[in-house]
């Protein structure tokens, strides 16, 4: 006779939660399922974005904090990798690469602008990263940050960069919301009212701007770190010979 009582039932879930733990698989850490789940989420809001704005925004939003999560689980579960850091990045450039995608189509006008920005937040995010992995780390916020006090503050304070990240996807995410209406109306004046959704628009605005600064000391400060391995390289190459 099989036991199913729950005292076995628990001692079943404990032992399949401690096999994930230990899996020696990186693929199967835990902070990378729940960057699957990120994936997931995103696919669905993606598909439904042109209609359906609050669904889609739901699990848009979601995906994005999860990308605090997983860096928290990464770090209390010594499960940190060069994987995770890349796969981690990727999921957030792409997801809001998608989301300008829909912009562009919802703001004609704007196109250029989401153009831009998403060619130097790509740009900016894959040589820094790129750049970390040359210098032999597991992440792109390990890396000699002591010459530049702007990216030192940025990725040493959680909290900054907490605020800066959910800062800069509430704009674009209002921006999403505001093509389908204006929200709750939270301020009126002489028969014109303004809506939540633009009041959180222009509130978080001046993040958006000062995250795209720091994409571009991103790029510069990346580039002069490469140019200085390359430099460090050829050097060593000229000794050899």
Same mark, same amino acid.
């Given at each position: 006779?099989? #036991?199913?009582?729950? $005292?076995?039932? !628990?001692?079943?879930?404990?032992?399949?939660? $401690? /096999?994930?733990?230990?899996?020696?698989?990186?693929?199967?850490?835990?902070?990378?399922? +729940?960057?699957?789940?990120?994936?997931?989420?995103? +696919?669905?809001?993606?598909?439904?974005?042109?209609?359906?704005?609050?669904?889609?925004?739901?699990?848009?939003?979601?995906?994005?904090?999860?990308?605090?999560?997983?860096?928290?689980? &990464?770090? &209390?579960?010594?499960?940190?990798?060069?994987?995770?850091?890349?796969? =981690?990045?990727?999921? #957030?450039?792409?997801?809001?690469?998608?989301?300008?995608?829909?912009? &562009?189509?919802?703001?004609? /006008?704007?196109?250029?602008?989401? !153009?831009?920005?998403? @060619?130097? =937040?790509?740009?900016?995010?894959?040589?820094?990263?790129?750049?970390?992995? @040359?210098?032999?780390? =597991?992440?792109?916020?390990?890396?000699?940050?002591?010459?530049?006090?702007?990216?030192?503050?940025?990725?040493?304070?959680?909290?900054?960069?907490?605020?800066?990240?959910?800062?800069?996807?509430?704009?674009?995410?209002?921006?999403?919301?505001?093509?389908?209406?204006?929200?709750?109306?939270?301020?009126?004046?002489?028969?014109?009212?303004?809506?939540?959704?633009?009041?959180?628009?222009?509130?978080?605005?001046?993040?958006?701007?000062?995250?795209?600064?720091?994409?571009? +000391?991103?790029?510069?400060?990346?580039?002069?770190?490469?140019?200085?391995? #390359?430099?460090?390289?050829?050097?060593? !190459?000229?000794?050899?010979?």
């Amino acid at each position: 006779m099989t #036991d199913s009582s729950p $005292e076995n039932s !628990q001692i079943t879930k404990e032992s399949l939660f $401690e /096999k994930v733990l230990k899996t020696k698989n990186v693929f199967l850490f835990v902070p990378n399922l +729940i960057g699957y789940a990120r994936v997931l989420l995103s +696919i669905v809001s993606f598909y439904i974005m042109p209609t359906r704005p609050y669904i889609s925004i739901t699990c848009y939003l979601s995906s994005e904090f999860l990308d605090a999560v997983d860096g928290h689980a &990464a770090r &209390a579960l010594g499960q940190c990798t060069k994987f995770g850091a890349m796969f =981690d990045m990727l999921i #957030d450039r792409c997801s809001t690469m998608c989301l300008c995608f829909i912009l &562009a189509m919802f703001y004609p /006008k704007w196109t250029f602008f989401f !153009q831009i920005w998403t @060619a130097i =937040d790509v740009a900016s995010h894959w040589l820094h990263l790129h750049t970390a992995t @040359a210098k032999g780390s =597991d992440s792109h916020k390990k890396i000699n940050l002591s010459g530049n006090p702007i990216l030192r503050l940025y990725y040493t304070s959680r909290k900054v960069l907490f605020a800066m990240c959910a800062g800069n996807e509430l704009w674009f995410s209002m921006v999403y919301i505001l093509h389908f209406n204006e929200g709750p109306a939270v301020i009126s004046y002489g028969g014109y009212a303004i809506g939540l959704w633009r009041i959180i628009l222009y509130a978080v605005t001046p993040i958006m701007i000062l995250k795209q600064i720091i994409s571009l +000391i991103h790029l510069y400060t990346a580039a002069l770190d490469m140019t200085v391995i #390359d430099e460090t390289e050829r050097g060593n !190459q000229t000794k050899n010979k």
